[in-house]
């Protein structure tokens, strides 16, 4: 006997058209976050000069063939600096977003499961939630001094404790069920449990978290920047780009203007993403489409 062909892939993709077709504005979000994370890995392939380079002749120039987005108040390029610009923030948001989600899922398993663990982390987190976390970013740049590392750090710091809220409370509801009770009954180690039995539940509320704590960490590295507390003027950012261009909005008001449509544009299609991925992973919401 031949054996038998699987239709899964099949029955998968049949069950993502309809999806996509219904909500056609995470598909524009999709291509959108795929353009910025193209032009950020081949940024030197996007016709871009030198972002540090500085022409004073060509200071506070209009768009020209030249200069595609104008030049800053140093003569340098903003479409290059624009460009560079989108490295800070995909590196700063995926940075975040994998370094909380791995961490807050550890912690969160671990305190979910071991009841006696459980209050001493919670309270923990609690404190660190009780502490706004812009400032908490800032007080650890000024003390630990600025540079990609350090912001990336400061800003994961206050996103730790969301997620292990989110893992803990998915493992306390799944080590109730029969299974997991189970498996305990006939002596699987708690790591053996933890990974095979309640690992799976947390995957998909984790995917949909990462994408907002994405965004969280990209506004929040541009306000930092903004701030002063951030990456270092030498390291282009649309953070800065805003916090140089903001002097002089009303004689080059595109230094300020595109940094803040990019920062803007790519937060959105993060977001909108998020609203997408948790509409197909929710099992409540899947069965409705």
């Known amino acids: 006997?031949?054996?038998?062909?699987t239709v899964m892939?099949?029955?998968r993709l049949s069950g993502l058209f309809?999806?996509?077709?219904?909500?056609?504005?995470?598909?524009?979000?999709g291509v959108v976050l795929g353009m910025i994370v193209l032009a950020a890995v081949f940024a030197p392939f996007m016709f871009t000069q030198d972002p540090t380079s500085m022409s004073p002749l060509q200071r506070l120039r209009p768009a020209s063939e030249a200069y595609w987005l104008g030049t800053d108040h140093l003569g340098r390029d903003v479409w290059s600096r624009l460009v560079y610009g989108a490295r800070v923030s995909v590196i700063v948001g995926l940075a975040v977003a994998g370094l909380s989600v791995i961490i807050g899922l550890v912690i969160g398993l671990i305190s979910g499961y071991v009841r006696w663990l459980d209050a001493i982390v919670m309270r923990i987190m609690d404190g660190l939630m009780a502490i706004p976390g812009i400032l908490l970013a800032i007080a650890l740049v000024s003390v630990s001094?600025?540079?990609l590392s350090t912001v990336i750090i400061a800003i994961m710091v206050p996103e730790i404790p969301r997620v292990v809220r989110l893992v803990r409370s998915v493992v306390l509801t799944v080590r109730e069920e029969p299974y997991v009770e189970a498996a305990v009954s006939i002596g699987t180690r708690?790591?053996?449990i933890l990974i095979r039995h309640i690992l799976p539940n947390c995957i998909p509320p984790l995917i949909v978290q990462a994408t907002y704590v994405c965004a969280s960490a990209m506004l929040t590295e541009a306000i930092l920047s903004f701030l002063g507390a951030g990456?270092?003027?030498?390291?282009p950012s649309w953070g800065n780009m805003v916090a140089e261009g903001r002097l002089l909005f009303q004689i080059a008001p595109w230094n300020l203007l595109w940094p803040g449509v990019a920062l803007a544009v790519t937060?959105?299609?993060?977001?909108?993403?998020?609203d997408g991925l948790r509409d197909r992973l929710d099992p409540k919401l899947a069965k409705r489409m």
């Open 145 to 147: 001094g600025a540079s």
């Open 18 to 29: 309809p999806f996509l077709t219904r909500y056609p504005l995470v598909v524009i979000a």
């Open 1 to 5: 006997m031949s054996a038998p062909v």
């Open 9 to 11: 892939p099949r029955a």
């Open 267 to 274: 937060i959105l299609s993060v977001n909108i993403l998020g």
């Open 190 to 192: 708690l790591p053996l």
């Open 231 to 235: 990456t270092p003027p030498t390291i």
